[in-house]
């Protein structure tokens, strides 16, 4: 399926992972997708193009959060806190809910884990855990949302959107998070 002329899609491989995949439309980042091995890049591990280093996307030059993506991969320590999303939550209408628990997520340090009651606490709404769990499942910005850094309330791991569980804990794994 070819996505719409405003929708641009962004490939780039990440050494051990695979190949990731940024959506951008109309200059507003919508989608991150992490790196998996079972994807194909469309004969080119890396789509930059001409021109892209003037794409501006969540506040910082495309190649420039492209790089920052591969060097998470390989050990960095990222936050990805001085993203400007604000676009981005209005892309997606999220609700109130919805960004308040997008943005609590934000805030879960690198190596650190909390739980969906937890999240849902911290949003505001402390009995609303399914909502903060369903919030994570149709997250659409990995990495840059850590939704991989929120486990059951019981210490498992839980669910991780398209990637599995197998990739969640990857990424735990990789911030050096023991489960």
């Not at 994570?136 to 959107?161: F, K, M, N, W």
Request: proline fraction near 7%; charged fraction near 25%; aromatic fraction near 6%.
């Amino acid at each position: 399926m070819t996505p719409p002329p405003a929708m641009r899609i962004v490939r780039y491989a990440a050494p051990g992972w695979g190949v990731g995949e940024l959506m951008v439309a109309r200059g507003v980042l919508v989608a991150h997708d992490v790196p998996r091995r079972r994807r194909e890049a469309g004969g080119e591990e890396l789509e930059l193009r001409p021109g892209d280093d003037e794409l501006v996307v969540a506040g910082v030059p495309l190649p420039a959060l492209v790089e920052r993506l591969v060097a998470y991969y390989g050990g960095s320590r990222d936050p990805f806190l001085d993203l400007d999303l604000g676009p981005t939550y209005e892309a997606l209408a999220t609700t109130a809910f919805e960004t308040r628990a997008i943005e609590e997520m934000r805030r879960v340090p690198y190596g650190g884990t909390v739980s969906y009651r937890d999240l849902a606490q911290r949003a505001g709404r402390e009995r609303a855990a399914r909502a903060a769990g369903n919030v994570c499942a149709r997250g659409t910005l990995e990495l840059i949302v850590p939704y991989h850094r929120v486990i059951a309330s019981d210490g498992t791991i839980g669910s991780y959107g398209s990637g599995g569980p197998g990739v969640k804990r990857r990424l735990l794994l990789l911030e050096g998070v023991r489960l």
